[in-house]
């Protein structure tokens, strides 16, 4: 997946299969059970059952969801019992660098405009990205 790319994805914790790779070709994106240094880092937002979003960076999003998932002490302590959660986006960006200087604004953006991301909007995205790559 290059750069830059955006998945949607929408995945109920019930349904995740920590060990399984998404299918190629589907109509899902596969860039989160890559894991290997120069795969990039991802910007993701998990959705818990009232709703709250959650936003965190990580290099391989199956493994930090179902992380968060457990309960574990490597969970986020914010997302702790507040299960189910799903995870409503990740988008894959070119460095650590550049990942936690984009979570950074990301986490400071509205609710709306945090909604209007995860739907996909690439202004929102540009603006995200401007000076910090």
């Not at 998404?22 to 894991?35: N, Q, V």
């Amino acid at each position: 997946m290059a750069a830059n790319s955006v998945a949607r994805l929408s995945i109920p914790a019930d349904q995740v299969n920590y060990d399984a790779d998404l299918a190629e070709g589907s109509s899902d994106i596969k860039p989160a059970t890559e894991s290997a240094p120069d795969a990039g880092w991802f910007l993701y937002f998990i959705r818990t059952r009232h709703n709250t979003l959650y936003c965190g960076v990580t290099t391989n999003v199956i493994r930090r969801f179902h992380e968060h998932n457990s309960g574990s002490v490597r969970a986020a302590r914010a997302l702790r019992g507040k299960a189910p959660l799903q995870l409503d986006f990740s988008w894959l960006l070119p460095s650590k660098s550049v990942a936690l200087k984009v979570e950074y604004r990301a986490k400071r953006l509205s609710r709306p405009q945090k909604e209007r991301l995860i739907a996909g909007d690439r202004t929102l995205q540009q603006r995200l990205l401007h000076d910090v790559a």
